[in-house]
Structure formats: structure tokens, C-alpha cells
């Protein structure tokens, strides 16, 4: 049970989230809507906390995931990915560089390795991390993890699944 002070409402893949101020936990927090069961609006008001303090929470950063520490990332996608990622928006301040050789270079910010993480991994062999060096390392790890969880299947021709 919470009591939080409501500041911003964000719709994030679909699913609607609530910025507010965590009298309990006494942190910004952010809530899904979704998760919330038996809610009410308190008799006692509060008093409005200035923008600057919540504003942070919805910038700076890749997606929703929050962290304190922002870093930057750099990508490359090969030439055939960057048809159909070229001009996607992950960030606000997102820089692009078309490459010599067709693939793209992006470089934005992210402050949670988990959401910029998932992203990455959707592009699969399409997208290579070039920085930070310890997020190409959590990439590497993943696959690794994954490729275990599929030891002694190979595919055919077809695209069958032996195992």
C-alpha cells in the first residue's frame, strides 16, 4: 500500500505509467498502471514539488528503466538492419552516422543496462556494441547463455530444428 504524490503520466509500449513521488519509500518511483488494484485519492493534498525534481525521470535516458548513472552507447547495425532502423527514435538526443559501407552508426544515452539490453538483443547478429566495453561484455555473456540453453541443436536447410 503507497500513498505518492502524482506528477506525470508516460504511455510506454502500451502500457501507461505514473511518475510520482513515493511518500513511503520518500524517492521518486515509477508506477504501471496496470499493476494498481484498489486505488483512492487521499483527503490530504501536498504541496507541488518543483518540475527539476521529477523531470530527470523521463530524460536522459533510453526507455523507462531508471538508474542515477547515465552512459552512452554506441551501435553499429550492418547495412541491411540499418533499412529498416535508420530514423527509428531510441532517445531524444540520439546521434546517426551513415558509414561508407551502408551500416549505421547510433549513439545515444542510457541509464539501465536491462532496457537498452533488450533492445540490442532484438537486432541479434544484425547490430554490434562498440561501446561501452563492459555493455559489449553483458552482450557477449547473454548469447553465450542463450546459445548453452540450445547446445546440440543445429538447424537445416529448411530451417528445421534438430536436436
Known amino acids: 500500500m503507497r500513498t505518492v504524490e502524482p506528477y506525470h503520466m508516460v504511455n510506454y509500449m502500451g502500457n501507461w505509467h505514473l511518475i510520482a513521488f513515493c511518500q513511503l519509500r520518500r524517492?521518486?518511483?515509477d508506477?504501471?498502471?496496470g499493476r494498481m488494484t484498489l486505488c483512492s485519492v487521499a483527503a490530504e493534498g501536498f504541496y507541488p514539488r518543483p518540475r527539476q525534481e521529477w523531470q530527470p525521470h523521463l530524460e536522459n535516458t533510453f526507455g523507462i528503466f531508471q538508474n542515477n548513472?547515465?552512459?552512452d552507447v554506441v551501435l553499429r547495425f550492418t547495412p541491411e538492419r540499418?533499412?529498416?532502423v535508420r530514423g527509428e527514435i531510441w532517445h531524444e538526443g540520439q546521434v546517426e552516422e551513415?558509414?561508407?559501407d551502408g551500416s549505421l552508426k547510433r549513439t545515444l544515452q542510457a541509464s539501465h543496462s536491462t532496457e537498452i539490453m533488450m533492445e540490442i538483443l532484438r537486432h541479434g547478429s544484425e547490430?554490434?556494441?562498440?561501446e561501452p566495453a563492459w555493455l559489449r561484455g553483458k552482450i557477449v555473456d547473454e548469447m553465450q547463455f542463450a546459445l548453452r540453453k540450445y547446445a546440440g541443436c543445429r538447424t537445416m536447410a529448411g530451417g528445421d530444428l534438430l536436436v
Do not use: K
Open 31 to 33: 508506477f504501471v498502471f
Open 98 to 100: 551513415l558509414l561508407e
Open 69 to 71: 548513472d547515465a552512459f
Open 127 to 130: 547490430v554490434e556494441v562498440l
Open 82 to 84: 540499418t533499412r529498416w
Open 27 to 29: 524517492e521518486w518511483r
